[in-house]
Every structure is written in structure tokens, then in C-alpha cells.
């Protein structure tokens, strides 16, 4: 059974860091590889990071880059994504999702996908 669920979000003060997590009890995560999207009310979904399956490969929105972190921990099967020096901007539900393709930064490339886990900033 295929489930995705995120978890970490909440309630920061701009600046202040967040760390989510996505875990998946039904499959094995190490063969697919996984992004992050957020949507903010009244705006469509955007990409935000991706992760390889092997992890050699990463990439970020440019709204994020340098303050966010993708990675994974196999023997957990999650992958996290690490938000620093969080701004008013990255309100919004955080999602994760799989793809067993490579076109990374466009959602409708992704298969399967989380609730979400809402974060919110304050300025």
C-alpha cells in the first residue's frame, strides 16, 4: 500500500528553521526519487527541491536555494528537507511526492503524493 506522510511543519518566526520529513510505510523510497512542492493559498503548486534515487543529484527553485536541504536516510526510509532562515514567503503546504522519472521540477511528472504539512512563517 502506498503512503506517503509528511511531517515537521508548523508555526516559525522568520529565520528560524524547520526540518520535514516524508516516509513512505508501503514502499521503498531508495527507488524513486523524491520532491518537495508547496502551495500557498490562492497560488498554484511549485516545485521547491528534488532528490535523486543514488542522492548524486539534487536541485532546488531558486527561491530556496542556499537556505533549504534535501537529503535522505535510507535505513529510515524518509527524506527530509532541512528549511533555514525560513521568510514570511515560505508560508504555504508543503507536499512530497515520488516519480520514477526525471523531469524533477514538474509536478505533473510526480506519481504518487502526500497529504502535505502546512508551515507557517511569521514576520
Known amino acids: 500500500q502506498v503512503q506517503l506522510v509528511e511531517s515537521g511543519g508548523g508555526l516559525v518566526q522568520a529565520g528560524g528553521s524547520l526540518r520535514l520529513s516524508c516516509a513512505d510505510s508501503?514502499?521503498?523510497?531508495?527507488?524513486?526519487?523524491v520532491g518537495w512542492f508547496r502551495q500557498a493559498p490562492g497560488k498554484e503548486r511549485e516545485f521547491v527541491s528534488a532528490?535523486?534515487?543514488?542522492?548524486?543529484?539534487?536541485i532546488y527553485a531558486d527561491s530556496v536555494k542556499g537556505r533549504f536541504t534535501i537529503s535522505r536516510d535510507n535505513v529510515k526510509n524518509t527524506v527530509h528537507l532541512q528549511m533555514n532562515s525560513l521568510k514570511p514567503e515560505d508560508t504555504a503546504v508543503y507536499y512530497c511526492?515520488?516519480?520514477?522519472?526525471?523531469?524533477?521540477?514538474?509536478?505533473?511528472?510526480?506519481?504518487?503524493w502526500g497529504q502535505g504539512t502546512q508551515v507557517t512563517v511569521s514576520s
Open positions: 532528490i535523486s534515487k543514488t542522492t548524486s543529484n539534487t
Open positions: 511526492a515520488t516519480t520514477l522519472g526525471s523531469r524533477w521540477s514538474e509536478a505533473s511528472a510526480f506519481e504518487t
Open positions: 508501503g514502499r521503498s523510497l531508495r527507488n524513486y526519487a
